[in-house]
């Protein structure tokens, strides 16, 4: 409030002046209230958007740096069709020319104009099968069975919309303007919710795959379905990433998922789910360690956790530097400083500390002391759970457009198409054409290419 507003409010009759005071004095009661329920170890999801930090600038410009070359888009190999562009008159003050004196080549790359959607007709032969004693007919590949929308249709408005996060309206109104194809939100649904039905046992088996990898990053996130909490779980790993929609947020996801015995080693942050299942070894992410310590400096400024926090921090940087700094020329000066930080970590776990936080942060320190440092133990294995987090990122994008499932099917649709999808993108294939071939290749019964077959093994 101004001090204009506040003398606007004096200047009001006695008991309607009373009556407003009271007013913002209530919802400032409430403000607090919300601001005291609000901790360090309060998660992110459940801090109200006004109560967050405004993210920071970066802190670099974007752009190649000086000096470094510039990157533009490669001149085209082929080219599909030839224009000459010729004046009889300066546009500028209508002169008429003569013959031209020089000449340049451009080149530009453009979509050709589609007027109408292709319509195909298929004539089906049947056959006697003497073994089956029926009729088998021709499968037609090019569409769903029993729909009359093409298959690439289908599968490139899915990833548009489970992928990309464009609404359904958004892509009805696309391919109307783009093509004058006609279709309605609840067509697109029904024909991605079939689409899913036929590539689910590809799906299960992402999931089979990703039980039994070497290196497992999860992460889960807050999703609704039809106004109700849910958790949207993500399994990933370098080339495949497995999503999973549920209810629950509990071990028995993680236990279905990974089995009660993981062989692999699983990156994680520090929540309760991922305590009940034993691994070959867990890493634990440094980043929601620092995350934590930043939080709580906002509301402890005592001189116990100031020093705590630093000699926390100071140690779990040494860890990652040298890490960083491994040379296979020098494993026996590796394995002395590797042994030294365990001996610091000790040390720093049996202090004494009278700080509510540091005593908070201890505790939970001593309950994951063997997941710590597993980065330094084996190769490939990050102190971040960085990877995971970037592939909910996609997700969460589509999550502020589209803002819930209405349906366990429709959300069992959302975790089959993008868990195609995404696992192609992180392959470095093209998703529609990946999942266009896989679901060909199901709707035939043929052998996927072999360039689909780690997606669909």
């Not at 370098?238 to 009660?260: D, N």
């Not at 020329?329 to 590797?338: C, G, I, N, V």
């Not at 060909?440 to 997606?455: C, F, H, M, R």
């Amino acid at each position: 409030m101004t001090r204009d507003e506040a003398l606007c409010i004096l200047d009001l009759p006695r008991n309607e002046a009373i009556d407003t005071i009271l007013a913002l004095a209530e919802k400032a009661e409430k403000y607090d209230q919300i601001c005291e329920q609000v901790t360090p170890t309060t998660p992110s999801g459940m801090t109200p958007t006004y109560l967050k930090p405004k993210p920071g600038r970066r802190p670099k410009r974007p752009g190649r740096k000086k000096g470094h070359d510039g990157v533009c888009r490669p001149q085209p190999k082929e080219v599909d069709h030839f224009k000459e562009h010729t004046l009889e008159r300066c546009p500028d003050c209508h002169t008429p020319l003569k013959e031209p004196l020089k000449a340049y080549k451009r080149y530009t790359e453009d979509i050709p104009p589609i007027e109408k959607p292709e319509v195909t007709e298929h004539s089906v032969k049947g056959y006697w099968c003497p073994q089956c004693k029926t009729v088998v007919f021709a499968p037609v590949a090019d569409a769903l069975p029993n729909c009359m929308i093409g298959l690439r249709l289908v599968v490139f408005t899915a990833w548009l919309h489970y992928l990309v996060g464009v609404s359904v309206n958004n892509i009805v109104r696309i391919l109307s303007v783009i093509s004058s194809f006609k279709i309605s939100p609840g067509g697109l649904t029904q024909a991605w919710k079939n689409l899913s039905l036929l590539l689910e046992p590809i799906y299960d088996g992402i999931g089979r795959r990703i039980s039994t990898s070497a290196v497992l990053n999860a992460d889960e996130t807050g999703w609704r379905l039809n106004g109700i909490t849910h958790w949207l779980w993500c399994f990933t790993t370098k080339e495949l990433c497995f999503y999973l929609i549920t209810k629950s947020r509990g071990s028995p996801v993680v236990k279905h998922i990974l089995g009660t015995l993981f062989k692999g080693i699983l990156i994680c942050d520090f929540w309760g789910a991922y305590n009940k299942i034993a691994a070959l070894a867990k890493q634990r992410c440094f980043y929601h360690l620092f995350t934590e310590l930043a939080k709580v400096d906002k509301n402890n400024a005592a001189p116990q956790w100031k020093a705590f926090r630093k000699k926390l921090a100071r140690l779990l940087k040494d860890a990652v530097r040298l890490s960083e700094r491994k040379d296979p020329d020098q494993l026996e000066t590796f394995a002395r400083r590797k042994a030294h930080l365990y001996n610091r970590l000790e040390q720093f776990l049996q202090g004494d500390y009278s700080d509510k936080d540091a005593k908070r942060l201890i505790k939970r320190l001593k309950r994951h002391k063997n997941e710590l440092f597993t980065f330094l133990e084996h190769e490939n294995v990050s102190p971040y759970n960085n990877h995971a987090e970037q592939q909910m990122r996609k997700p969460v994008l589509t999550r502020k457009v589209s803002q819930q499932n209405r349906s366990e099917q429709g959300a069992k649709t959302h975790a089959v198409l993008m868990t195609l999808f995404r696992s192609a993108e992180l392959q470095g294939k093209n998703p529609v054409e990946t999942v266009l071939t896989l679901a060909k290749a199901t709707i035939t019964k043929e052998q996927a290419p072999e360039n689909e077959l780690d997606l669909a093994a």
